[in-house]
C-alpha cells in the first residue's frame, strides 16, 4: 500500500495526510466502538453515547477521506472530538481515568501532514498543549464508581493505542524514506548514464586531429569536474597548417555549462573562418555580439584566449586577443627564459555579458624555432591540496621551464601528474585544460 501511495506523490503533504488519516480514523473508529461497548457494560451511559456518536463520526470521516481536498477540517473534527472525549472521561469517571496523551499527539500531528499551513499548526499545537497542561494538574472526582480494573484497563488500552500510532507514524515515514531513498539511487544511476553519455558526446565533439600538423608539436589534456566540461579548447587548421588555436572557459560547472560549450564552439568556429581580413579583436567583437544573441536568457559567459598564426620566414607572427582569460605562457629558447605574455594593450570584459560593451585588444608577437606556448584554464593554477593551499602561477612556470625540453606530450604527462601529487585526494574545484605547443 506504501508503494503504491508513493506512487502517487507520497512526497506531497496531501498524499501524506492521506494516508496518516485513513489510519488514524480506521484506529479511532475501532477503539471507540470498543469502548462504546465497554461503557455500555459498566453502566456509563453518557460515555456510551458519546462514543456511539463518535463511531458514526469516524465512519463518515472515512468514507469522505478521497474526497477531500484539505484534511484541515476533518482533523479539527476529529481534535474536538478527541478533546471532548478526555474531558468527558475524565468528569464522569474521574482523574484516575484521565489520559491527556492523546490531546497532545493530536497536537503534534499537523506538523507531519500540513507543512503548507504552518501558522494553522502552531495555533493547533499550542492549545492543545494548554489543555493537556490544565487537565493534568488538576483532580477531579469521579461521577460514577467505576472497578479499579476496568479504569486500568482502560488507561492500558489508551497507551497501547498511542504507542501503536506513534509506531505507525514513524514506520509509514521510515518507509517513504526507504522507497524514496531506492528510487533516487535508480535516478542517480540514470542521471550518471546521461552525463557520461554527454560527457562521451561531448568529448568526440571537441576532438581535435592534430597529428598531420607538420610544424608544430602538440600536446593538450582536459578534466572535467563533473563528467561534462564547461572548459574547452580548439585548433584551426587548413590541411597540415595550423592557423590558429584557442582555450575558453565557460562559467559555472556541469551540463549547462557543457551545453554551452557546443553551441560557442560553432559561433567561434564560424567566425574565425569567415573573417581572414579582420583583426582579431573585430572577430572576437563578432564573436560576442553572436553568442549574446544566440544564447537569449542563458546567463552563462565565458573568458577565453584566441591566437592566430602567420607563417613567417624566421617563424611564426602570433595574433592573440585575451578575454578576461589566464595569461598564457611562453617559453623563449634564444635566452631559455619563461614567463606570463605581458598584455600591453589589456581587453576589458569577457565574452558574452548582456548590456556590457566589452573592449577587445589584439596583441602580437613572434614565435620561433624551440618557442613553446601554454594555455590554460583557471582550473589548473586552482588547485588546492590538504593544506588549502593553492597549485599557483609560480609554481606552474616553474615546472613548465624545467621540463620544456621533453615532447609536449610527455610534458603533458609531467604536469598532469604533478597536479595529482600536489592535491592528493582533494577534489578538483574545477574543469582542468591546457594547450601545449612547441615550434619545430
Aim: charged letters at 20%; glycine letters at 6%.
Amino acid at each position: 500500500m506504501l508503494e503504491k501511495f508513493s506512487s502517487k506523490g507520497l512526497a506531497s503533504p496531501h498524499r501524506r495526510a492521506v494516508l496518516v488519516s485513513f489510519f488514524t480514523e480506521i484506529f479511532a473508529f475501532f477503539y471507540h466502538f470498543l469502548i462504546c461497548i465497554t461503557f455500555f457494560k459498566i453502566k456509563v451511559y453518557p460515555m456510551f453515547f458519546f462514543n456511539f456518536f463518535s463511531v458514526g463520526l469516524y465512519f463518515v470521516l472515512l468514507l469522505r477521506i478521497e474526497k477531500e481536498k484539505t484534511f484541515v477540517r476533518p482533523y479539527l473534527i476529529a481534535v474536538v472530538e478527541v478533546i471532548a472525549h478526555q474531558v468527558l472521561a475524565t468528569y464522569y469517571l474521574g482523574t484516575d481515568a484521565k489520559f491527556y496523551y492523546f490531546i497532545l499527539l493530536m497536537g503534534l500531528l499537523p506538523f507531519t501532514i500540513f507543512e503548507e499551513h504552518h501558522k494553522f499548526g502552531y495555533a493547533v499545537t499550542l492549545i492543545t498543549s494548554v489543555i493537556f497542561v490544565y487537565y493534568e494538574n488538576i483532580f477531579i472526582y469521579p461521577k460514577y464508581m467505576v472497578p479499579s480494573t476496568v479504569i486500568s484497563a482502560i488507561k492500558l488500552a489508551n497507551i497501547s493505542i498511542t504507542i501503536f500510532s506513534l509506531f505507525f507514524v514513524i514506520l509509514v515515514f521510515t518507509s517513504i524514506v526507504f522507497i524514496f531513498e531506492k528510487k533516487l539511487r535508480k535516478q542517480n544511476i540514470k542521471l550518471q548514464k546521461e552525463i557520461n553519455m554527454g560527457a562521451s558526446i561531448q568529448k568526440n565533439f571537441f576532438k581535435s586531429d592534430i597529428s598531420q600538423l607538420e610544424e608544430f608539436d602538440i600536446s593538450y589534456f582536459s578534466k572535467p569536474m563533473l563528467g561534462v566540461s564547461g572548459d574547452f579548447l580548439d585548433f584551426y587548421k587548413t590541411g597540415k597548417n595550423l592557423e590558429g588555436f584557442g582555450i575558453f572557459d565557460v562559467s559555472g560547472h556541469g551540463i549547462s555549462s557543457g551545453l554551452v560549450t557546443m553551441l560557442v564552439k560553432n559561433i567561434i568556429v564560424q567566425e574565425f573562418y569567415d573573417s581572414p581580413d579582420l583583426e582579431l579583436w573585430e572577430i572576437m567583437n563578432k564573436i560576442n555580439d553572436r553568442f549574446i544573441a544566440e544564447k537569449g536568457d542563458i546567463e552563462n559567459y565565458l573568458t577565453g584566449v584566441l591566437m592566430r598564426i602567420e607563417k613567417k620566414p624566421a617563424g611564426y607572427a602570433i595574433e592573440f586577443v585575451n578575454a578576461g582569460h589566464p595569461s598564457p605562457i611562453i617559453y623563449r629558447a634564444k635566452d631559455d627564459s619563461c614567463h606570463f605574455l605581458e598584455k600591453k594593450r589589456s581587453s576589458i570584459g569577457a565574452i558574452g555579458f548582456s548590456g556590457v560593451t566589452a573592449i577587445y585588444k589584439s596583441e602580437k608577437f613572434f614565435l620561433e624555432e624551440g618557442d613553446e606556448l601554454f594555455l590554460y584554464s583557471d582550473g589548473v593554477t586552482d588547485l588546492v591540496n590538504a593544506s588549502n593551499e593553492k597549485f599557483g602561477n609560480e609554481r606552474l612556470l616553474s615546472i613548465i621551464k624545467e621540463i620544456h625540453s621533453c615532447s609536449t606530450a610527455l610534458q603533458s604527462e609531467v604536469i598532469t601528474q604533478r597536479m595529482q601529487d600536489f592535491s592528493g585526494k582533494i577534489s578538483q574545484p574545477d574543469d582542468i585544460s591546457f594547450i601545449i605547443i612547441k615550434s619545430l
